[in-house]
């Protein structure tokens, strides 16, 4: 059984002018126990889509098309007992502000207790600690959440996504508000505990070169769709669609010495509908007039591992 199955999902939030169109037909398919890092830059839908597996929407907002399967239940048919059953015991989110996670209210060690169903024990609660490399677990257990710094809770979040054993954790943009010392032993350890559970791991993070290192796959995410998709050594080596040739080129430590870092021209807009053609195509420097503005890519599969969303990607295959 598939971990993730989504097929055709498009979701917009507003109504008429206002609208925006988060996710415009994206499909996707992993398989358990992967690590897939999604990338793409603000606004691409790489949150709206971890959002949408736990159907974290708003009230009201439901898919315009499309499914959304994880572990074989239609998340979109879930009654509410069963979308907490699911929330509670198969899919876990580690979310970007750890502070902000926690009750500020609460001590930690009654919120981690709390965190499972039944209720974990205090010998359960120090494992878990302990097993997120947090010193002195007790201590910790024992504090309220604003006596932490920012690693100490995240380690603390991370411990509550994973004593529940989910077979799937959504971890978005977990690292961003850490200092630069703390964000790879971070990853260090979320990878580690999906290893140790076998739990699939989704890392949702603009930052590529973390993707790259710490991701089985990557799914690089524009205008709402996903645009390339394939094993991370892969994509990353050799880059099929425009705009992920554009994005890693972007990227601080990909230019070459006394090379200046390139840049996307022009910027994202938002959608208002779905895309009449390639939403980059504005942007793209390979765009053909006539064709990638006004028809829609399909998946195309230049191997058996690899996805790409662009009319033109074999004109990239001699030069990467």
């Known amino acids: 059984m598939s971990a993730v199955i989504i097929d055709n999902l498009s979701l917009a939030f507003g109504k008429g002018a206002k609208q925006v169109q988060a996710l415009d037909g994206v499909s996707l398919a992993l398989e358990p126990g992967v690590v897939l890092g999604i990338v ?19 009230d009201g907002v439901r898919p315009a098309s499309g499914t959304v399967q994880v572990f ?17 015991h198969t899919l876990r989110y580690v979310f970007q502000d750890p502070i902000a996670t926690l009750n500020p209210t609460r001590r930690v060690g009654v919120q981690l207790a709390e ?22 677990p007790a201590r910790v257990a ?5 006596e932490l710094s920012g690693g100490m809770a995240q380690r603390v979040t991370i411990a509550m996504a994973f004593i529940a054993n989910p077979r799937l954790v959504v971890a978005d943009e977990a690292t961003s508000a850490l200092d ?21 791991l989704i890392l949702i993070s603009h930052d590529l070169w973390a993707v790259r290192s ?88 230049p191997s058996a591992d690899r996805s790409l969303l662009c009319h033109r990607w074999r004109d990239t295959a001699g030069d990467a």
């Open 214 to 301: 710490y991701s089985d796959q990557v799914a690089v995410m524009y205008g709402g769709r996903i645009v390339e998709h394939g094993p991370s050594a892969e994509v990353f080596a050799s880059p099929r669609h425009p705009y992920t040739r554009a994005l890693l080129a972007a990227t601080p430590g990909h230019e070459r010495q006394g090379e200046s870092l390139a840049t996307i021209p022009g910027a994202a807009s938002p959608l208002h509908g779905p895309s009449p053609g390639c939403a980059f195509a504005p942007r793209c420097t390979l765009a053909q007039a006539g064709l990638c503005d006004v028809q829609r890519p399909i998946l195309d599969f």
């Open 115 to 136: 965190a499972v169903n039944p209720p974990a024990s205090d010998a359960q609660v120090i494992a878990a600690l302990e097993e997120v490399g947090l010193p002195d």
């Open 40 to 58: 793409g830059e603000s606004g691409s839908g790489k949150s709206t889509l971890g959002f949408a597996l736990g159907r974290l929407m708003p």
């Open 180 to 200: 630069a010392s703390v964000r790879t032993r971070i990853l260090d350890l979320l990878r580690a505990r999906a290893r140790a559970t076998g739990a699939t």
């Open 142 to 146: 024992r504090s309220w959440p604003h």
């Open 72 to 88: 074989g239940q239609d998340i979109w048919t879930l009654g509410d007992s069963q979308l907490r059953d699911l929330r509670n």
